[in-house]
Structures are given as structure tokens and as C-alpha cells.
T-cell receptor, first 109, second 111 residues
Framework: AQRVTQPEKLLSVFKGAPVELKCNYS??????LFWYVQYSRQRLQLLLR??SRESIKGFTADLNKGETSFHLKKPFAQEEDSAMYYC???????????FGTGTKLQVIP | EAGVTQFPSHSVIEKGQTVTLRCDPI?????LYWYRRVMGKEIKFLLH????????ESGMPNNRFLAERTGGTYSTLKVQPAELEDSGVYFC?????????FGPGTRLTVL
């Protein structure tokens, strides 16, 4: 069965400090990995996906198949990064998305 | 372009009552998904429509839940009769490619 684990419920960092949100997954095939973000009073939205290998709002995530991880990183946290972050995976294509429990990122001014 | 919309935004009902949630996907999106987040738990998949057909309903918890998408446009999710454990936030998402766009969710509270 596919599963996504986010070990931290809350991560507090100071503005300007590096951020790393951890995500591990279990899946028997080759999944697509995503990070979704939900800012306060806004809807869930896609932040980035591993196949794009892009940087969005300064965030990057590298898929490590050996460690089955997809950690989200940003070198310098900004106050506007405070939000709920969800790691997720899917079988690809139009398939359902399996989410982790989410990590609340709090950036302290 | 309007995003995915859901109605109502909040619903408070008593155990045993019936509630119907509605989702309007982005125009032209054939794929429509329902998800649910129960308090303290992860967001879980309920089902997936392709146009008016149920592609995958493996996440539906039991037969008290009925989803429809007549005409392949908007979708409804009915819970009848509602139980306490049905409380949570119900999300709808739609897609035309492999990126799902989420609605704001409906917060359901069963007392």
C-alpha cells in the first residue's frame, strides 16, 4: 500500500534560517511526488512536483529513491512561507493522490 | 477563470440527518475527485469521476456515502444517515491534465 510520512507536525524557524520539511514514502512502483501548500484561509494548492525539477518560491525538493524521501528545502525562510505543507504521491496520470498528515511551518520574524 | 467551488462552506447537522455537499469543477475538467480530512488525520481519497463515470471509488468509507456526477459537470456527495465520525473537511478537486486543482472544502460537523 502506498503511504506518505511527514514526521513533524510543527516546524518553527526564524526568518532567514534554512528550512527542511521531511517526507518519506512507501510505494512499490515509480510514484509521482508532490508538495502541496495551504496558506491561512486559502485553498490547497500545488507547490511543486518532482518531475518538473523546478524551484517555486525558492523551494526545491529532490526525490531520493534509495532513501524513499522527498524533503522540501528552502535556504532562507520568509514570513510569508508560514503555512501547512503536505507531501503527497500518486500513481501518475490522473490517479488519486495520497497525502501525508502535513507539517505546519511557522516562520518567526 | 473561476476555480473549483464547493457548497456549502460549513454544515452543522445532527447525527442521523442527511447532508448533501456540492462541487463545481473548473469548466472543461473531465476528472473530479473527492477527498476528506478527518480531525487530526491525513487527507484521504474518496473517489474519482471521469466525466459522469466512477473511475475509482475505493476510498468511499461505507454505503452511507453516495456520490453522483450526472451530466459530467458538477458533483454531489450525500451522506445518509450522518454519523459522528463523518465530521471533517470534504475537499473536491478537478483536473484536465495530471495537476489537480482543489476547492476550498466543506467543513461538516455532525453533532
Amino acid at each position: 500500500a502506498q503511504r506518505v510520512t511527514q514526521p513533524e507536525k510543527l516546524l518553527s524557524v526564524f526568518k532567514g534560517a534554512p528550512v527542511e520539511l521531511k517526507c518519506n514514502y512507501s510505494y512499490s512502483g515509480s510514484p509521482e511526488l508532490f508538495w502541496y501548500v495551504q496558506y491561512s484561509r486559502q485553498r490547497l494548492q500545488l507547490l511543486l512536483r518532482h518531475i518538473s525539477r523546478e524551484s517555486i518560491k525558492g523551494f526545491t525538493a529532490d526525490l531520493n529513491k534509495g532513501e524513499t524521501s522527498f524533503h522540501l528545502k528552502k535556504p532562507f525562510a520568509q514570513e510569508e512561507d508560514s503555512a501547512m505543507y503536505y507531501c503527497a504521491l500518486s500513481d501518475g496520470g490522473y490517479q488519486k493522490v495520497t497525502f501525508g498528515t502535513g507539517t505546519k511551518l511557522q516562520v518567526i520574524p | 477563470e473561476a476555480g473549483v467551488t464547493q457548497f456549502p462552506s460549513h454544515s452543522v447537522i445532527e447525527k442521523g440527518q442527511t447532508v448533501t455537499l456540492r462541487c463545481d469543477p473548473i469548466s472543461g475538467h473531465d476528472n473530479l475527485y473527492w477527498y476528506r480530512r478527518v480531525m487530526g488525520k491525513e487527507i484521504k481519497f474518496l473517489l474519482h469521476f471521469v466525466k459522469e463515470s466512477k473511475q475509482d471509488e475505493s476510498g468511499m468509507p461505507n454505503n452511507r456515502f453516495l456520490a453522483e456526477r450526472t451530466g459530467g459537470t458538477y458533483s454531489t456527495l450525500k451522506v445518509q444517515p450522518a454519523e459522528l465520525e463523518d465530521s471533517g473537511v470534504y475537499f473536491c478537486a478537478s483536473s484536465q491534465s495530471d495537476t489537480q486543482y482543489f476547492g476550498p472544502g466543506t467543513r461538516l460537523t455532525v453533532l
